[in-house]
């Protein structure tokens, strides 16, 4: 036999046993576990993308929890601004509408906050608007502006004009108030037949009367939440928001707060930074029926 001549089989064992020499220290523990090897480390990866899959979903829907408890906190706070106005005043509700700063730096009226249409830019901007007392007879019971702002608002002020430059500037208010509570500009702007109330001495059935409500970004103007009862138009004057996953958030004059869900895809054009229209037609909008429902009632006819 040639003396370089080792067996196959003989070669093989002395390979297995190598191997086991190499994997084994003397106490018989695997030196393997000293680091990973790649498949120890893709299984932990995974492990690690599974856990990333289930937690954060989780995590994001606490996050807008959290963001729709802020909204309702804020607007249980102008709720009670609303209601202690009432209190100081003789019993009469806040004054609500719209009205824009003349020429002359002066205030037509001192609505619970100023602002006017889209082409009132300042109003979207400033908070003197909110939180001066010549401006703003909300300004003697908040002081401070993130309370008239939704944490789900992330809108921009964009200018009205061609060629519709968009500021770095976030829009100011995200709430507005009911336009048939307080309203203190021409009534003629309102559906007529309806209840307009002026004291809270009025309020029918408060449980059932919205007082403010989160505005669509994009049709957020007047201080009052305009709405058209149906004699005057089948659409939405303001739409409301829903940002909170499809929903809309309203506190009710009883001082009760609603999370409630739109169910019609009209109620729900997405944010996209240019003026939603004030007179687009949408018959049969189970949404804007359900507003209708909380908004006011008919002005009994005299017997
Ligand atoms: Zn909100
Ligand atoms: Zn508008």
Redesign the pocket.
């Known amino acids: 036999m040639h003396s370089g001549y080792v067996d196959p089989l003989l070669k093989s064992q002395a390979m297995q046993l190598t191997k086991s020499v190499k994997l084994n220290d003397p106490c018989g523990q695997r030196l393997s576990s000293v680091g990973f090897t790649s498949t120890e480390l893709l299984a932990v990866m995974a492990m690690i993308a599974i856990l990333a899959g289930l937690l954060l979903p989780v995590l994001a829907r606490a996050k807008s929890q959290a963001?729709?408890v802020?909204?309702i906190n804020?607007?249980r706070q102008l709720f009670l601004a609303w209601a202690l106005y009432a209190d100081d005043h003789d019993d009469r509700l806040v004054p609500n509408g719209h009205a824009p700063v003349t020429a002359f730096g002066q205030l037509c009226i001192k609505l619970w906050v100023t602002g006017d249409s889209h082409f009132f830019a300042p109003a979207f901007t400033n908070e003197d608007f909110l939180l001066d007392p010549h401006l703003a007879a909300f300004a003697s019971y908040l002081q401070s502006a993130a309370t008239f702002k939704?944490?789900?608002?992330r809108s921009l002020y964009r200018d009205p004009f061609p060629p519709f430059i968009e500021s770095t500037r976030a829009k100011i208010r995200?709430?507005s108030l009911n336009c048939f509570l307080g309203w203190a500009v021409d009534p003629k702007e309102l559906t007529p037949n309806y209840e307009v109330f002026l004291k809270t001495s009025d309020l029918v059935s408060p449980a059932k009367l919205f007082t403010f409500q989160?505005v669509h970004p994009d049709s957020i103007c007047y201080p009052a939440f305009m709405v058209y009862m149906p004699e005057k138009m089948e659409g939405f004057f303001h739409y409301p928001?829903s940002?909170?996953n499809r929903c809309?958030?309203l506190t009710f004059a009883d001082g009760h707060a609603e999370t409630h869900k739109w169910t019609d895809p009209r109620t729900m054009p997405p944010v996209s930074g240019s003026v939603l229209m004030h007179w687009d037609t949408e018959p049969d909008n189970a949404d804007l029926t359900w507003i209708r429902a909380r908004t006011t009632c008919r002005t009994p006819t005299p017997p």
């Open positions: 963001r729709r802020q909204c804020n607007q939704c944490p789900e608002d995200s709430y989160d928001s940002l909170h809309g958030i």
